[in-house]
C-alpha cells in the first residue's frame, strides 16, 4: 500500500513538473525593442551580444529580449507610435527625438550641460521624478498605451567635429547635427547651425559636407563607427549632452508578464544600464589614451571657463523650454530640486 502510495506522489510530483514546464514554454515571450543605435555600434553589440542573452537566462527561457537598431521596423521619431499600437513591443530610444510633441520630453531627454556624469542623470531619472514625469508624457501622448521602466544615460557624449574647436565662440557657424528641441535650442543661442539627423546618417552627413560636427553619441560609439577618420577633432570629455535613453513597453504586453516577468525585466534593465554605464567610460578613457600623442586625432578638451560660459547660456534655454507647456514647467522643477538637493546648482 505504502509503494502504491509513493508511486502516486512521484507520478503527482512528475506530472506538476511537466504542467511547469508546459506552461513557461507555452508562456514564453519574446520582447521586441527598437534602440537608437545602429547595428556594429558598439552600445549595440554591448545590448544584442552581453546583455539580451541575460534576460533569457535569468528567467529560465520564460522571457527573451530582441534590441533592433534604429530605423530597423520604424523611423526613430515614429517608435512611440508603434509601441503603443502594438507593432514593437517596447523602445530603447533617445528621449528627445520626441521634443516636437512636447518641450517637456526635451527637458527629460537631455537637460544640456546639466550634469557632470552619467550617473547623476540616471538617478535624478530613478529616484528624482523623472521617470514618473515620464510616464505622465505618454499618460497624455500615448493615451496611457505605454508603461516606463526606465530612462536615463550611460554616457555623457563627445561631440565630434572637423575643425578645431576650443571656445564658445568657436561654434559661431559651424553646421552641427543636432536632436531637435533643447539641444537644438542651445546650439543656436551660441551662434551654430543645427541640423536634425538620426545618429545612422551621421557619419555620411560629415563625408559630404552637409555637417560640420555632431553631437551623436559617447566617444566609444563614434569610434566604432569610424567618425576618426573624417571627424578629427573630438571634444572630450563633452560639453553638452547625456543623451537620456528610455525602456518603455506597450502597456498591455507589460500586464501579461505578470509580476515574475515584470520584475525580472526591471532587474535586467537596471543591471544593463549600470554595466554599460561603466564599461562606456573605461572605453572612452581607452580610446582618449590612444590619441594622446594627437598626431592622427586631436581630442580637444574645453577648459572650465569655456565649459561655465556654455552652461550659462543653456540655463537660459532650459528656462524657456520650461515656460512653454505645464509639463514642461514640472520637468524643469524636479530637475532643478534634485540639482539643489544634490549640491549641483546652489
Known sequence: ????????????????????????????????????SKSGDWAHRFMTDKYAPKLKEM???????EVLPTQAVVPHRETIDAVANGILDGDLNAVSYFAGRDPAFAIIGDLIAAYDTADQVRTFCEYGGGKEILQKLYDKYTKGKLHVIGCG?????????KTEITTVDGLKGV??????????????RVGAAPVSLPFSEVYTALEKGLIDAADASAFVNNEASGMHKIAKFPIYPGIHSMAVLQFVVNKDV???????????????YQAAYDAMRRE???EDRN???????????????WAQAERDKFRSISVKAWEAF???????????AAHLKFMKANGLLK
Open 322 to 332: 520650461g515656460a512653454k507647456t505645464p509639463l514642461a514647467k514640472e520637468a524643469l
Open 280 to 282: 562606456a567610460d573605461i
Open 287 to 301: 580610446i582618449e589614451r590612444k590619441y594622446a600623442d594627437g598626431k592622427d586625432v586631436k581630442v580637444i578638451n
Open 59 to 65: 528567467t529560465f527561457g520564460n522571457l527573451s529580449i
Open 175 to 188: 553646421k552641427i547635427r543636432s536632436p531637435e528641441g533643447l539641444a537644438a535650442e542651445v546650439f543656436k
Open 254 to 268: 507589460w500586464g501579461k508578464l505578470g509580476k515574475n516577468g515584470q520584475t525580472a525585466l526591471e532587474v535586467w
Open 153 to 161: 544615460p550611460y554616457s555623457k557624449e563627445a561631440l565630434v567635429s
Open 1 to 36: 500500500m505504502k509503494k502504491t502510495i509513493g508511486l502516486v506522489a512521484a507520478g503527482a510530483v512528475a506530472l506538476t513538473s511537466a504542467l511547469s514546464v508546459a506552461t513557461v514554454a507555452e508562456a514564453a515571450k519574446k520582447i521586441q525593442v527598437q534602440a537608437s
